[in-house]
């Protein structure tokens, strides 16, 4: 068992539960496509000066009201929650996470951001790919 220390957050980590923060961030942004979640609404009503950032406390709340808890649809693991807040960690605050980056990577999923300020970019699609077969034909 190892321990992690992130500034002012510790959590014991088992070597088996390595957090692979491009995995775990594709299994939050599936979470939101499939559900058609807005992460924003979860997350500016603990913002009150509008400021961009919240309490570690807050963050997980809001992850906790979209399913991302061990009541929700998804568990997080209490590692994968330090990490998110090691990675969306405000710049001038460590206690702090930066909501409003988070938001805008996990509704990446939607759309590009500032797209209509940039009428050329190329949008990626989602596309789903059906495989019909028909069991009678052989």
């Not at 599936?30 to 509008?50: G, P, S, T």
């Not at 950032?53 to 997980?60: G, I």
């Not at 590692?79 to 969306?88: G, I, K, N």
Request: glycine share 4%; net charge negative; hydrophobic share 40%.
């Amino acid at each position: 068992m190892t321990t992690v220390r992130l500034r002012q957050v510790e959590c014991e980590v088992k070597d088996e539960e390595e957090v692979d923060v491009q995995r775990l961030m594709e299994r939050l942004r599936h979470h939101v496509l499939v559900n058609r979640i807005r992460v924003k609404e979860y997350f500016q009503d603990f913002d009150a000066l509008n400021s961009g950032t919240v309490t570690r406390a807050r963050f997980e709340r809001g992850l906790s009201y979209m399913g991302l808890s061990s009541l929700g649809q998804h568990h997080l693991s209490s590692a994968q929650l330090a990490m998110l807040c090691h990675v969306y960690e405000a710049p001038n605050d460590p206690d702090s996470v930066a909501w409003t980056r988070f938001v805008a990577d996990m509704e990446s999923v939607f759309t590009l951001p500032n797209l209509e300020y940039s009428p050329t970019v190329q949008a990626m699609s989602f596309q789903l790919t059906l495989t019909i077969t028909n069991i009678g034909d052989n």
